[in-house]
Structures are given as C-alpha cells and as structure tokens.
C-alpha cells in the first residue's frame, strides 16, 4: 500500500494549499462587503456607539489589514468562523446543522445519476453510431442543457400539482410525530423530485464519459481477440468493453462535486430544503457576508476531501496510478 | 472541407438554426417590442394563444410574455458572450504566464486555479453579486470568476508544448524580447483548442444567469428568462405556461449551442484523423 500512501501524502499537500488560496479569498470578500464583524454583532444583539469603538478594539478590527488577516487566520484555526449575522449564532453551528440534509440530498442525486448515466452508457457505447446510440447522446445533451431550477418546476407540476404523488416542499412533515422507519420513508418522499432535479442533468456527463470509454475500447486490441475468439457480444460488452471504461466515471465523481453543491443552491431554495444550498441564498437575501464565506469555507473543505476519497479509490483501482512514486 | 462535414451533421445543422434564431430574436428585440417589457401590455395572466395582439399572453403584471421572450433571449446572449470573453481572455493570460514563468510562478498560478475550481463556481458567483450588487456587469464578473479555469489549464498545456517548437526557438535565436515571442509566436497557435471550449462556456454562462436571476440576483432592471421564470412561480399552479415558456427558451438556446459545439468539435477532429 506504499503507492497509495504516496498519492494520499501528494494530494494533502495539494490541498492545504488550496485551501490556504481559499481563505485569502474569503478574507478579501470580507474586506470588500459593506460593515464588519462589529456591525453584525451590534445589528443581531443591540448595542451604543460607544461599544462599538470598544469592540473594535477588543476585536483588533481597528489594526491594520495585515494583523486583521493574522487574527482571522487565528481564529479559523480554532474552528471560529465568525458570527452570522442573520442567525445570531456562530457561523460553525448553522452551517454543520444544515450540512446532513446536503449531503443526504448530493449523495442521492450522485448515486442516481452515477447509476442511470453509466447504465444508459452502456447502451449506447455497445454500438457506437447505432440509432439507439444517437438518440440516447442527444437525448442526455438536451437534458443537460435543463436548468435544474427549471427541471425542478416541471417536475412539480407534473408530480405535486396534476398527480399529488410528492410533497411540494420540506425535508419532512412539519411535526409529524413519526419515528424510525417511518420518518425515514417521509424523508425519502419529500427527497424523490429534489433528487431527481439535481441527478437527472449531472446524468448525462457520466453517460458520456461511458459510451467515450467504450468506443474507444471497441478498437484495442484485446476486444478485437475476444470477438476473434467468438466470446458472444453481450460478454464482450460487460467484460472487455464496459469494464475499461469504467475508470474514468470514478473521476468524474470528484470533478462533478464542486458543481453539484453549486447546483443545490437553487434546488434547495426550489424546494425548500434547509440545507446547504439554502442557508447559502438566505446569507445573500440578509446580507450576512460572513454566513455566506463560511458556507464557501465549508464547501471547499467538503470538494476538498471528496477529491481525496477519489484520488485514493483511483489508486487502488488502478495499480498504475503512483507506482513510480512509491518505487 | 471541416464546413461540409459539419453541414452534413443534421445534429450541427439544428444546433445553428436554433443559435441564428436566438441571435436574431436578440437583434430585432427592440425593433419587434420597442416598448418597455417591464411595462403593463395588457389584462394580467392572459393565457397564450387568445388575444393575437398578445400572442403568448400575459404574466401576473399584465407584461407580454412574447416581448419578454425576445427582450430575454438578448440578456441571455450579451451575458453568456460577455462572460465567455472575459473567462477565455483572463483564463489565457493565466495560462500563458503560467507555461512561459514555469518554476514558482507556475506553481502558485496553478494552485490559484486549483482553488478556484474547488470552490464550487455558482457559490462564487453568489457570493460576488450579494458583495457587489446586481447589475448585468457584475453578473457578466461573477461568471467569469468561476469559468476562467478551463481555458487557463488548456492554455497552459498548449504553451508548455509548443514553446519547445522550432520556430519558437528561432524567434528566440532572431532576438525576439520574450513577452514578444509570447504573445506573437505562441499564443496565436495556442489560440484554437482555447476557443473550442467557448461555446461550452458560453452555454454554462446562460445556464448560471438564469440560476443567479431565479433567484433574484440578475439585474432588476432587465428581462431575464430566470427572472421570468421565478415570477412565474408564483402562480405556478393557475398559470403554469408562465414558467414553462421561458423554461423552453433556455433549454433549446442552451442545447443549440452544445449541438453546435459538438459539430465543430466532430468535424473538425474528422479532418484531423483523415490528413
């Protein structure tokens, strides 16, 4: 495991810088947003003008920029991302409380997008250029093209308006009393239209990264002696040709995260589910500049970390990956 | 020879059809609708086909829905290229300092661009317009933030190979200053694969403008299909045409230009494999 180990050990080092950039970043979006700390303290708890110089002082928001920057890097570091302005609370608290319902919401609309792409993959790169393959590329390039917000409407009418199959809105029903298996079924019902609209256009990307896959494998050599050898097409398909197309979706797992948290913001709003995405557009509607930077912090953490779960599934799948490294 | 094979392509073929009409709906936009399509036109909530002065009715505000169609179809396109010019312009000169610097200046550009790829872009972009206010600049900036990455990676890679060519060698024997060789040798010929990615980012763009004025964040003063749509919403059950019109302006505006994308993209990698 010495090859994996020196793949995890480059891409740590990869990330912290990353995420350094990151909260240079922030710190100059929150120079750049009108009031500070101060002001959203006084506007959330009440308070005088004499308290505010005060506090700025205390706070060492009247020093220069750069021990601002020291202070701010001080207290990320002891996980103290600030106050939100909205919620009176410390930025940290909200921004985990809402992250199960993101995370529920991503990995669902991941699986089912990973799994239906990848299906109708197959069956379109099983014969390059057929009809079927035709359709089903342009088919999942027009459902690309879907806003999610939109796809999400459509969604509704069809299924909360005309049928009254899901629920419109929420995460569950509003003190509903229900336990167990019970609550967790209520879950997934509000959950089925959400995760449809954020999985059904990531869709397309792992469908087209399959049937790539696929009809470049249909000209190596080893396929070419599976049909030599008479293997029947189904065989040839599923072993020879899927299988080595398959590696390149388990990237796309990674790439595809940063856009999919982008995608929740509107989905969650769509349909009210305090997540994430939500907590995000609430921080703009109330101007809470320090809500919002947590809530990239946060997020660039989460990319961060899944990227690194995939790199490390990367390169145990694929015994190439680092092996001049470790050597 | 690259133009025929991509009019033999009956997929490239609808794609240009529906971006020429997306460009001529923008163009005669104020010529078809010269009122306000922010203004009242008529009785509110008239549903499409019944008064033909107002072909495909009113919203809740009395507003023409057809004039904010075309009205729309010009602010999605001035962003969407907008945004796209100012990522493939910002994302080159990235991309070409980082390949011609290499060493440490290298390395710090291509970690700036790690970071922005790993914050997610549409957050960037919220995050931008909530500090900088909605306007169409700003929305054009808060795109392009978060597009700019894929042309810089591409430019980079081109200039890393292409700087060991020849003819750039040659320059450089003739004397040539370096930012000279840079920006007259190599980025020209570095150029090409660069624009090939424009059209998607394009399309992005439109799909981020919209997300940005659904959710209230595009320019007040504008008519945007997301805005249209958001407005729509509220009477989603009564009037669901509302949302739904607009909703199919972008999707055929968004697929047109991945249609075309790919044409050019197929037809041209069709020369390359026959030469």
Sequence with gaps: MNRVRAVILRRLVGAVAVLAIVIVGGFFLLEAAPGDAVDAYVVSTGGDAGMIEELRKAWGLDRSPLARFGLYVWSLAQLDLGRSVTFSRPVLNVVLERLPNTLLLMGSATALSFSLGSLLGILAGSRPGSFRDRLLSIGSLALYAVPGFWLGLVLTVLFSVQLRWFPVSGIETIASGKQGLDRALDIGRHLVLPVASLGLIYLALYLRVMRAGMAEAWRMDFVLAARARGLPRRRIVIGHVARNA????????????????????????????PGLGRLAQEAVAGRDTPLLLGIILVSAVLVVLINLAVDILYAVLDPRVGAGEAA | MTLRRFLHSPEALAGAAIVSALAVMALVAPLLFPADPLS??????????????????TDRLGRDVLAGLFHGARTSLAVGLAAASAAI????????????????????????????????GFLLALAFVSVAGPSLATVVGAIALGAWTGPARIARAEILSIRERDFVAGARIVGMHPVEIALREVLPNALPPVLALSSVIVAGAILIEASLSFLGLGDPNRVTWGGMIAEGRAVLRSAPFLSIIPGIALVLSVLGVYLVSEGVVEASATRRSLS
Excluded: H, K, N
């Design chain 2, 89 to 120: 312009v910002a994302g080159s000169l990235v991309g070409t300092a980082a390949g011609f610097a290499s060493g440490l200046t290298d390395d710090v550009l291509m970690r700036i661009t790690d970071a922005f790829q790993t914050v997610p």
């Design chain 1, 246 to 273: 398959l590696l390149p979706l388990v990237t796309m797992l990674g790439l595809q995260s940063a856009a999919m948290l982008g995608g929740s913001v509107v989905i969650e709003s769509l349909f009210s589910v």
């Design chain 2, 40 to 57: 009242i036109a008529g009785r509110p909530l008239t549903p499409p086909f019944q008064d033909w002065s107002l072909p495909l009715g």
